[in-house]
């Protein structure tokens, strides 16, 4: 085989060989924070009937209007408004690798599709809109599509029952 076929032949099928060894490997995970600002320490509730069953709410007295901040950078994929049904206000934000956070009801959306975010940035406000039953912040964190088990600082949030924890979004 001549020297120019082998590099031809050489720079079509690498390509498909590194596709092959990363298929099926899952992408590593964004340092994952809380989506709320330093310091400051939430409720979050995980249940076995919750839409989806990966998602947690976060509650705290007197919550409506609180900052809520990006949990990683990224880019703003959505910025919905479903009206009084499903999350009403939400945004999701893109992190690479197929991951994704979604923050639902809020009463304010401060970003737009498109914007590149950091973490800790203010992207919205707690509310309680959609088919929420009162102030809180409903999260996801998702890959490919499809909720997952929620981590922060490497380590998953209990489930299913109640716990407070403490953001390291600094």
């Known amino acids: 085989m001549s020297r120019t076929r082998r590099v031809f ?9 590194g596709l092959a060894l990363t298929q099926g490997e899952a992408a590593a995970a964004p340092a994952f924070q809380m989506p709320f600002p330093c310091n400051q320490v939430w409720e ?11 998602a947690v709410d976060f509650n705290r007295v007197d919550d409506l209007g609180d900052p809520v901040v990006a949990s990683a950078a990224g880019t703003v994929t959505r910025v919905e408004n479903e009206g009084g049904t499903s999350y009403g206000r939400w945004i999701e ?3 690479g690798g197929g991951w994704r956070t979604r ?3 809020l ?4 970003v737009s599709v498109g914007q590149a975010v950091s973490k800790g940035q203010r992207i919205g406000d707690v509310g309680t809109t959609g088919g929420s039953s009162g102030p809180h912040l409903h999260f996801e964190q ?6 997952q088990k929620i981590v922060f600082n490497g ?13 390291r979004n600094c």
């Open 9 to 17: 032949v050489t720079a079509l099928v690498a390509p498909l060989v």
């Open 44 to 54: 979050g509730q995980t249940r076995t009937g919750h839409s989806p069953a990966n």
């Open 93 to 95: 934000i893109g992190h």
């Open 103 to 105: 923050y639902a009801h």
């Open 107 to 110: 009463s304010v959306q401060r």
């Open 142 to 147: 998702r890959l490919d599509g499809v909720a």
């Open 155 to 167: 380590s998953q949030i209990l489930y299913w029952g109640t716990r407070n924890y403490t953001s």
